[in-house]
């Protein structure tokens, strides 16, 4: 029940909302007043305790419309994070990615790159963990076949399963230990002022580096009280303050 109420709530402010950036006309954000109590009603949501990827999708989408694109990247990666083959969230980060100012820091990744990543992110850990279970199973049965045959017995079928399954079990346990790293990981963070300086050092006085901009999606290599030292998408690295970036993961 309580799950249903929440796809309603969240049903109704995607109507309002209009849910997919990507199929809008109008590029330019807007600071309407329905804009502001949508993410209010969502924050709200968001401080009782639900952790969902369609409502955090839609709290990327309400910043986004009054032109926060820091904090509507902030909840696009954490719906992603939640769910990694959620489509909405997915081409919505795309999308702002590609309209800001420093799309050209990420890379532009391969073909097969590109495959890697849509079947990595096809999954899920829950889904890879009963895979996991499933093919663990299923090679347990296996050796129980070959050892119940005889020494005179053709076990050619029984070796051959045994190695479809180890092989799967294998690869499936491999890619749920990537995907349970990135989930626990605590280092990926969005810049969320609109401009922020990177410097050398930690402080104002080290030599400028480099100007980014709000949404830009970095991981925090060390911390220095109030400055964080900070990689960029095309591996640069600087130190800006703290209070300008967030964590995708608190």
């Not at 209010?40 to 009782?48: G, H, P, Q, V």
């Not at 980060?93 to 590109?114: A, G, H, P």
């Not at 810049?191 to 030599?207: C, D, L, V």
Request: proline residues 3%.
């Amino acid at each position: 029940m309580k799950n249903i109420r929440i796809f309603l709530i969240i049903a109704l402010l995607q109507i309002g909302l209009i849910i997919d950036i990507a199929a809008q006309k109008a590029d330019s954000p807007t600071k309407a007043p329905e804009y502001f109590n949508a993410t209010t009603n969502l924050l709200k949501m968001e401080k009782k305790g639900i952790s969902n990827a369609d409502l955090f999708n839609q709290i990327g989408l309400s910043y986004y419309k009054q032109g926060n694109a820091g904090k509507a990247t902030l909840y696009f990666l954490k719906a992603l994070r939640l769910n990694s083959n959620h489509k909405d969230a997915g081409n919505n980060l795309d999308y702002v990615i590609n309209r800001s100012l420093d799309r050209e820091l990420y890379d532009q990744n391969s073909f097969l790159s590109n495959i890697f990543k849509t079947g990595f992110d096809f999954f899920s850990l829950n889904s890879l963990a009963i895979i996991v279970m499933l093919m663990l199973i299923l090679v347990v049965l296996c050796l129980h076949w070959l050892l119940q045959l005889g020494t005179d017995d053709d076990k050619a079928v029984p070796v051959m399963w045994l190695a479809i399954t180890g092989f799967i079990f294998l690869f499936s346990a491999t890619i749920m230990g990537l995907k349970y790293k990135e989930f626990h990981a605590s280092n990926k963070a969005v810049i969320i002022e609109p401009e922020i300086e990177g410097y050398s050092g930690p402080g104002a006085e080290y030599g400028k580096l480099f100007t980014v901009h709000g949404g830009l999606i970095i991981h925090i290599t060390r911390m220095d009280k109030e400055w964080a030292l900070v990689t960029l998408p095309n591996g640069g690295a600087g130190w800006i303050r703290v209070a300008a970036i967030e964590k995708v993961k608190p």
